[in-house]
């Protein structure tokens, strides 16, 4: 083969073009759906690891509603810190909304706790069971998501 047919030979034509932007294009694309996939629906070990720690520090706090308040405060002290410890190593979309959940539980029993105390003398039951139902809700949802 002589130099003037390998200077007429076409090394890079349209269709290569094509082909590569195409697969640049899959390349990105796949990353970027990888990214959401993981972002969406991951939950990280180190979250799940803290969250439960702090599940447990909650359930815990539940189970001592009838303690005195120097005891229940700090069973609840001991909750917070395992939340802001589980707060911190969320990275994930789904790390955020397990520690918006275990906020959101520990701030339910606290509240359930000061209502109790402040409508027990006069009013009835319907209340506390409705509110009993939303924390159930809450402990439900958190022992779903992480065992």
């Known amino acids: 083969m002589s130099v003037r047919e390998l200077l007429q030979t076409e090394i890079w034509s349209k269709r290569t073009t094509w082909i590569l932007l195409v ?3 899959a390349l990105v694309g796949l ?3 990888g990214s959401y996939t993981v972002e969406r629906f991951y939950l990280s070990r180190a979250e799940r690891n803290a969250a439960r720690e702090a599940l447990s520090e909650i359930d815990r706090l539940q189970a001592s509603i009838s303690l005195t308040d120097d005891s229940f405060a700090a069973v609840a002290r001991a909750a917070e810190v395992k939340i802001r410890n589980a707060e911190r190593v969320e990275w994930t979309d789904r790390d955020i909304g397990v520690s918006f959940l275990l906020s959101s539980y520990f701030v339910s029993i606290q509240t359930e706790r000061m209502l109790a105390k402040k409508h027990e ?6 209340w506390r069971a409705k509110w009993q139902q939303f924390v159930a809700d809450r402990k439900k949802k958190l022992h779903e998501l992480l065992d």
């Open 121 to 126: 003398a006069n009013q009835g039951e319907e």
């Open 31 to 33: 990353g970027q759906l």
């Open 23 to 25: 697969g640049v294009v």
